[in-house]
């Protein structure tokens, strides 16, 4: 079973959240919202977790409008912000070649995922990069998991995540 482990926020949500969170961080309000909350669960049924396929992003989500506390983290945003293809999806390529390069780069410790900030825009990015691709391979491998699935692939234009998961598997 391919396990959908992403989009457990995004500008639905009136605060900012990780899109893709090993853990749910210390002050996201979203409890069980994470790649180990999901897997876990399906496990503790009873779903062998060598048939588990963890999904994970090859795309960040954004929002707009975000304050400046906690650098913008679990902090509210008036709006979806602008994105690759639809409002608020980016995808890696758009955000290592346009954003990574002129936004504040933070990781959230407990969520192992990055983010990026920009507190002039009020614009507030959550993805996944090579590091916490690493370790979302490394947790596959550590729980049995089946192997990974990506969505989507073309978000990764020049195949950092994509080698990150092939070398780590």
Same mark, same amino acid.
């Not at 909350?37 to 779903?47: L, P």
């Given at each position: 079973m391919n396990l959908m482990? /992403?989009?457990?926020?995004g500008s639905w949500d009136p605060i900012t959240g990780h899109n893709a969170p090993m853990s749910v961080g210390s002050k996201d $309000?979203?409890?069980?919202? =994470?790649?180990?909350? *999901?897997? !876990?669960? /399906?496990?503790? *049924?009873?779903?062998? *977790?060598?048939?588990?396929v963890l999904g994970v992003p090859f795309y960040g989500r954004g929002w707009e409008g975000v304050g400046p506390a906690s650098s913008g983290l679990y &902090?509210? +945003? $008036?709006?979806?912000?602008? +994105? $690759?293809?639809?409002?608020?999806?980016? %995808?890696? =390529? %758009?955000i290592k070649a346009n954003y990574l390069p002129s936004m504040t780069r933070?990781? !959230? *410790? %407990?969520? &192992?995922?990055p983010y990026l900030y920009d507190p002039a825009r009020g614009l507030w990015i959550s993805y996944d990069d090579a590091q916490s691709m690493k370790i979302k391979a490394d947790y596959i491998t550590a729980k049995g998991l089946g192997g990974a699935m990506v969505?989507?692939?073309?978000? !990764?234009?020049?195949e950092v995540l994509l080698d990150t998961l092939v070398t780590n598997l």
């Open positions: 482990s /992403y989009d457990f926020h $309000t979203a409890a069980g919202f =994470s790649v180990k909350d *999901a897997v !876990d669960s /399906y496990i503790k *049924a009873g779903f062998p *977790a060598a048939k588990l &902090q509210s +945003g $008036t709006s979806a912000s602008v +994105g $690759t293809w639809e409002k608020g999806v980016f %995808d890696f =390529s %758009d933070l990781r !959230d *410790a %407990d969520a &192992q995922v969505w989507e692939i073309t978000g !990764d234009r020049s």
